[in-house]
């Protein structure tokens, strides 16, 4: 691992090998810092906001490790999921009739800021080179 780039997941996975525990827990911190930054980027640029309600459902929950497997859930709905759909995937199944009404007519759906793919956009954004981030801060960290 003398390498200044880490090129994709078998590079990465070195790591875990050669580290252990340690590297699995560094990762699963930086993971989750990853998925803190997403959030905040949903929520300050791609999250349509009337009064705030769906705004305030995003959450980052804790990283799990499973094995070799270290995963961080990211969501936006809880009491408010069927409105966090209907706005993520416009048009769904649970938008409203009103919405369905707009888009048949040729009137569209028009957001004050953001709209659709409200997660997802900024979730393609911030993982593009996430193998990378993990490998230099893991690098920076255990002093490789």
């Known amino acids: 691992m003398d390498n200044e780039f880490i090129s994709g997941a078998d590079d990465l996975d070195?790591?875990?090998?050669?580290?252990?525990?340690?590297a699995r827990e560094e990762a699963a911190t930086l993971l989750y810092g990853r998925g803190?930054?997403?959030?905040?980027?949903?929520?300050?640029?791609?999250?349509?906001?009337?009064q705030g309600t769906l705004q305030d459902?995003?959450?980052v929950e804790?990283?799990?490790i499973d094995g070799d497997t270290i995963s961080v859930?990211?969501?936006?709905?809880g009491p408010s999921a069927d409105y966090a759909e209907a706005v993520h995937?416009?048009?769904?199944?649970?938008?409203?009739?009103?919405?369905q009404r707009?888009?048949?007519?040729?009137?569209g759906v028009h957001f004050s800021q953001g709209g659709p793919k409200y997660?997802?956009?900024?979730?393609?954004?911030?993982?593009?080179?996430?193998?990378q981030y993990i490998a230099d801060g893991l690098r920076a960290k255990l002093g490789t």
């Not at 070195?14 to 340690?22: I, S």
């Not at 997660?119 to 193998?131: C, Q, R, S, V, W």
């Open 36 to 50: 803190e930054s997403i959030m905040l980027d949903s929520k300050q640029n791609y999250v349509p906001v009337d």
């Open 62 to 64: 804790l990283p799990v």
């Open 57 to 59: 459902t995003g959450h």
């Open 14 to 22: 070195r790591f875990f090998e050669t580290f252990g525990a340690a």
């Open 73 to 77: 859930r990211l969501a936006f709905g």
């Open 119 to 131: 997660l997802e956009t900024p979730f393609a954004i911030g993982t593009h080179d996430l193998d």
């Open 89 to 99: 995937e416009h048009l769904s199944e649970h938008s409203p009739p009103s919405w």
């Open 102 to 107: 707009a888009e048949a007519m040729g009137q």
